[in-house]
Nanobody
Framework: QVQLVESGGGLVQAGGSLRLSCAASGRTFSNYVMGWFRQAPGKEREFVAHISWRDGNTYYADSVKGRFTISRDNAKNTVYLQMNSLKPEDTAVYYC?????????????????WGQGTQVTVSS
């Protein structure tokens, strides 16, 4: 059974940084795409970034491009989201998700497995 466990959220001032981690277990993920999504209060869950576990290809939402970096550690079966220059509008619950495919996708309904989420709050 696939399990995704996020960690690393917290409270940070605007301009600060956080690194989120997503520990994946229960499967060999070499043919998976791993994504980060976020959901702010009263808003729909939106795509943030994703990475192909096989070749490391990445893609970012325009709102985070140049500030966030997604990466993976194959040995640890862990995906990271380094978030720099944080803004109050980045405040949300951040979710890690897995999709059994080598094709990148920004659509949340194409991701089968989800973590429980971790809260990120950016104060102004």
């Amino acid at each position: 059974q696939v399990q995704l466990v996020e960690s690393g959220g917290g409270l940070v001032q605007a301009g600060g940084s956080l690194r989120l981690s997503c520990a994946a277990s229960g499967r060999t993920f070499s043919n998976y795409v791993m994504g980060w999504f976020r959901q702010a209060p009263g808003k729909e869950r939106e795509f943030v970034a994703h990475i192909s576990w096989r070749d490391g290809n990445t893609y970012y939402a325009d709102s985070v491009k140049g500030r966030f970096t997604i990466s993976r550690d194959n040995a640890k079966n862990t995906v990271y989201l380094q978030m720099n220059s944080l803004k109050p509008e980045d405040t949300a619950v951040y979710y890690c998700a897995a999709r059994r495919s080598t094709v990148l996708s920004i659509e949340r309904y194409e991701y089968t497995y989800w973590g429980q989420g971790t809260q990120v709050t950016v104060s102004s």
